[in-house]
């Protein structure tokens, strides 16, 4: 059962334009929407996380949007940089629970 | 910066072989996970772990796997007979407070491979 779906599965971007990773998500329960994001060699490390009383969060140059009547969130990130190159993992939790339910990831690349 | 380290970084054992994954959380973390993700599948969680007993742990945790906090530092994940299907990167994290809502940290993982 894929609780949290991903999309895409890689991703190509010009320095400077708009990266987005889509997921979206079956559980209605689910109530914490975290973005990781990985490095060659280390292990995801949290980027952004996000409840769904807000449709969006910003920091910097990320910014999560969240459609809860859609069960849809996506990661943007804006100006994107060759230093943002990694793999982006979407997950969600649910109130109570200690486990992460992850997306299949993104691998992102970003040319000078 | 405190991190969570994993050792070893890349373990090669035969099938039916028990093998031990080694983490060291960071050292004033109380909750532990183990994840684990097969080549091109999603991270999916194992088992969790508080105040030396499991807390929480999937259905693909069944009784060929079990973990222990040895020490006052290391956490481990033994399996005890590997089959094929257990290789994937493992991943190690740790959190200060317990619920997903408390920024679990990361290792960087260990690649388990079955022949």
């Known amino acids: 059962q894929q609780q949290v779906k991903q999309s895409p599965q890689s991703l190509i971007v010009q320095k400077g334009g708009i990266s987005i990773i889509n997921c979206a998500y079956e559980?209605?329960?689910?109530?914490?929407f975290p973005w990781y994001q990985q490095f060659p060699g280390k292990g995801p490390a949290l980027l952004i996380a996000i409840r769904p009383d807000v449709s969006e969060k910003k920091e910097g140059r990320f910014t999560i949007s969240f459609n809860k009547s859609a069960k849809q969130f996506s990661l943007h990130i804006m100006d994107s940089q060759p230093g943002d190159s990694a793999t982006y993992f979407c997950?969600?939790?649910?109130?109570?629970?200690?486990?992460?339910?992850f997306g299949t990831g993104t691998r992102l690349t970003v040319i000078p | 910066e405190p991190e969570v380290t994993q050792t070893p970084s890349h373990q090669v054992t035969q099938m039916g072989q028990e093998v031990i994954l080694r983490c060291v959380p960071i050292s004033n973390h109380l909750y532990f996970y183990w994840y684990r993700q097969i080549l091109g599948q999603k991270v999916e969680f194992l088992v969790s772990f508080y105040n030396n007993e499991i807390s929480e742990k999937s259905e693909i945790f069944d009784d060929q796997f079990s973990v222990e906090r040895p020490d006052g530092s290391n956490f481990t994940l033994k399996i005890r007979s590997t089959k094929l299907e257990d290789s994937a990167m493992y991943f190690c994290?740790?959190?200060?407070?317990?619920?997903?809502?408390?920024?679990?940290?990361f290792g960087p993982g260990t690649r388990l491979t079955v022949l």
């Open positions: 994290a740790s959190s200060q407070l317990a619920g997903s809502y408390n920024e679990q940290f």
């Open positions: 997950a969600a939790s649910k109130t109570g629970a200690n486990n992460l339910f």
């Open positions: 559980n209605t329960a689910f109530d914490y």
